[in-house]
């Protein structure tokens, strides 16, 4: 699968403390296993912060699309965040 015709994924994971970190990519299973790794790939802003939970992830058909709503989730407020997490909001609606 070519990387245009990969779907790309938004993710929220939530830290020990209960912040919560947005990301995206083409596989969240992976990326959430490099996240929880103390060294290595994941985000610097995650280690040390564990254990993680992954949250919530929605598939978008590319890259652009899912870059724009990661910047729109990151631009929301906290509680705003939980309520996507909770299903209450739709990720269309952030």
């Known amino acids: 699968m070519s990387e245009n015709t990969k779907s790309w994924y938004v993710y929220l994971i939530r830290t020990a403390s209960g912040s919560l970190?947005?990301?995206?990519?083409?596989d969240v299973?992976?990326?959430f296993a490099e996240?929880?790794?103390e060294r290595g790939k994941g985000a610097k802003s995650l280690r040390g912060k564990g254990p993680l939970e992954?949250?919530?992830s929605a598939a978008f058909g590319n890259r652009s699309e899912a870059s724009k709503?990661?910047?729109r989730?990151?631009?929301l407020k906290?509680?705003?965040k939980e309520s996507l997490v909770r299903g209450e909001v739709k990720i269309n609606q952030v």
């Open 78 to 80: 906290k509680s705003r």
């Open 73 to 75: 989730i990151k631009q």
């Open 54 to 56: 992954l949250v919530f």
């Open 69 to 71: 709503i990661e910047h």
């Open 35 to 37: 996240h929880q790794l």
């Open 21 to 26: 970190y947005t990301g995206i990519t083409t």
């Open 29 to 31: 299973e992976r990326r």
